[in-house]
């Protein structure tokens, strides 16, 4: 019988490092489905802090990078499906289909006679994409899109660590974990609005009408970034920018009056996807349609999502307004955080894949760099549980659940205190 010595390995830097090491190389170079599970089991017993030597943090940043390495190279340009299977969850479709189908819905355009034409390849996006028209290979597209991302994840790893490298094994664990692998796996156009987001908003009083319309087009391919641009509304509130407050209520406005057009003109509403299973998807919408397809029928209709959705805003406005312990809460946060705050919150309103929550690895790396290793691990933690393989024992993955759609609630509710915090605040010094 093997008996693990807690102590032994949580007191020695040496012993961590090489069991969490050989235990990401397992879910690197051999398969990745049980990573949650292993990873999750291992932050658990033996925590997240340790101390990191240079040779570490170089097997670290190894990792990341055999990683990519093995899903582009390997499993993609050598069109391995094992090979690109075994570097995420086999239950998903394979080869990058988000942005593939993207493309082909670009090239349909482009083939279209008019507006009307029937060429619909992806439902639920913006106006915008169904107005592009590009003639474009999608396969030797998505090739040259590999090799950009594979230098840019090259670039920033090693920026990364050279600013993270006390936490080297945490940033490794966050930048393979399955939120990140599963935009990447899926290649959905929100990791592109995302590195975009993070470019144009590091300093968002600077060059604001460039900044507002590029967040305007974003927004109009995929609706849910115009929350950045109410962000932005709020900053300018804050801090009196009247340039910034004009600019972006103007791009509110346009956004508004397009989408109205365009409903007009479509004689329909864009529908985008609701998914309610907690395995690959997370939002205060998603957990009350699992709720009510598994536990709880009021009038056996889908009016019952709704009550119940209600009924857990209620809850936590609740415990928003009643817990008045602020130390439990960091109230440091820059406009860069806030912005990503409100973004992230607004779609958690709704129902969203597992891949939307990547709109919190920004966040994950601002309160890293300040230390805060509790909230950064409660984070990591989320990133690790979204989204669950559906392939491994079912008791497996309703344990996963419920330790995925807990931290999801307590990260709601961090964010929804910290902003009632900030903006009690700021309304008392008005005053």
Not at 183 to 209: G, S, T, W, Y
Request: charged share 15%.
């Amino acid at each position: 019988m093997i008996s693990i010595n807690r102590n032994k390995i949580t007191s020695n830097p040496k012993i961590y490092n090489f069991c969490l090491i050989s235990l990401i190389s397992y879910f690197v170079l051999i398969n990745y489905s049980y990573f949650a599970v292993g990873i999750i089991s291992f932050l658990l017993i033996f925590g997240l802090e340790t101390k990191i030597s240079n040779s570490s943090k170089f097997l670290y940043q190894g990792l990341v990078l055999s990683f990519y390495f093995k899903k582009f190279f390997i499993g993609y340009f050598q069109n391995n499906l094992e090979v690109w299977e075994s570097t995420f969850y086999s239950f998903y479709d394979a080869y990058l289909p988000d942005l593939h189908n993207l493309l082909q819905q670009f090239n349909c355009n482009y083939e279209a006679l008019n507006f009307d034409s029937d060429c619909l390849v992806v439902p639920g996006y913006g106006p915008l994409v169904y107005l592009i028209k590009l003639q474009i290979d999608p396969d030797y597209f998505l090739k040259i899109y590999l090799v950009f991302l594979f230098a840019l994840i090259i670039f920033l790893s090693i920026y990364a660590y050279k600013i993270f490298d006390e936490y080297s094994h945490l940033v490794t664990l966050a930048l393979i974990s399955p939120v990140v692998n599963f935009i990447i796996h899926q290649m959905n156009i929100d990791f592109i609005i995302l590195l975009v987001a993070i470019i144009f908003l590091r300093k968002p009083e600077n060059n604001i009408l460039i900044t507002s319309l590029v967040l305007l087009v974003l927004s109009l391919i995929k609706i849910h970034p115009i929350a950045l641009i109410v962000s932005l509304i709020i900053i300018g509130y804050i801090k009196k920018n009247r340039n910034l407050i004009l600019v972006n209520l103007g791009s509110l406005i346009a956004f508004t009056i397009y989408m109205i057009l365009y409903f007009i003109r479509l004689n329909s509403f864009i529908t985008s996807p609701r998914p309610s299973g907690l395995v690959n998807a997370v939002g205060l919408l998603t957990t009350s349609q699992y709720l009510w397809i598994n536990f709880i029928k009021i009038t056996n209709q889908y009016r019952d999502v709704l009550i119940i959705y209600f009924l857990i805003i209620i809850l936590l406005l609740f415990f928003t307004f009643k817990i008045k312990n602020r130390k439990l809460i960091d109230i440091e946060i820059s406009d860069f955080e806030f912005i990503f705050i409100i973004w992230i919150l607004v779609n958690y309103l709704y129902a969203n894949y597992d891949y939307r929550s990547v709109i919190l690895l920004p966040i994950f790396f601002t309160i890293l760099r300040r230390g805060l290793t509790s909230e950064a691990g409660i984070l990591l933690l989320f990133f690790i549980a979204s989204p669950i393989n559906p392939a491994i024992n079912s008791y497996l993955i309703n344990l996963l659940i419920i330790i995925k759609i807990s931290i999801f609630f307590i990260i709601f509710f961090y964010i929804s205190k910290k902003l009632y915090i900030l903006f009690t605040e700021k309304l008392n010094e008005f005053s």
